[in-house]
């Protein structure tokens, strides 16, 4: 039986995995970069201010599975904000469900209550894009779910597509769980878009009222400059 060694030197080894990471790098961010031109394209420009983010009427739909694979499988590190100047990271986001589910509801049928099984799809609004300058774009997109109607400004970086960071602008529960169309129970969070592009938040929760102002960094987050609340809370 004949025996073969092979003699790898070391620093060739080296130098040959730093290569297979640089061009994983580098497919990665080429990916991204072409998945957030797809997302970016459709957007409609937002013409400011805006008073009232649900008077933004379009009906783009946008697929939740490349949404949530930009945000999350793209992305090195989690969407930050400063209060004053300290950065922090944002948790209170997640993955947009991206498939329908069954559930149980009651119609009348001849005067007569009757169950039966329907499916409920989440959909995701494109509402509008607000150029911030600095090479960043804001991304006002809705989310309509089954319990719940919420809109983000997403914060990215046009050049790179990496997401920097966001604001939950609007949350609301519905009326009535699984049909968004007859309005809501509760809102929580509204905002406003000011024509210098700065963004008046306010939310009412848990019998706290807090009121925010904020406007984008040099470095490319959101800022919250000003901030107050009252109330006492409960829950």
């Keep these: 039986m004949v025996k073969f060694i092979v003699k790898i030197n070391a620093n060739a080894m080296g130098m040959f995995l730093i290569l297979m990471l640089m061009n994983g790098f580098i497919y990665a961010q080429s990916s991204r970069q072409e998945e957030f031109n ?34 999350f499988g793209y992305q090195d590190e989690r969407a930050k904000h400063y209060v004053r100047d300290t950065l922090y990271r944002i948790t209170s986001y997640g993955k947009v469900s991206d498939e329908p589910f069954e559930f149980n509801t ?94 008046e938040w306010h939310q009412e929760r848990y019998n706290v009222t807090t009121d925010r102002l904020f406007d984008v960094s040099p470095d490319g987050y959101f800022r919250v400059i000003d901030q107050k609340s009252e109330g006492e809370f409960e829950y």
């Design 38 to 71: 797809r997302l970016l394209s459709s957007y409609p420009e937002v013409e400011l201010p805006v008073d009232d983010l649900l008077s933004l009427k379009s009906q783009t739909i946008i697929d939740a599975k490349p949404l949530n694979v930009l945000l």
């Design 106 to 199: 009651v119609k009348r049928v001849e005067g007569k209550r009757v169950r039966y099984d329907t499916l409920f799809h989440i959909n995701v609004y494109a509402l509008g894009k607000i150029e911030f300058g600095n090479d960043h774009v804001g991304l006002i997109t809705r989310v309509v779910g089954f319990m719940t109607d919420y809109i983000d400004i997403y914060l990215f970086e046009k050049s790179t597509g990496k997401f920097k960071s966001l604001i939950n602008a609007f949350e609301a529960t519905h009326a009535r769980n699984g049909y968004p169309d007859e309005g809501y129970e509760e809102i929580y969070n509204t905002t406003r878009i000011l024509a210098n592009k700065q963004i």
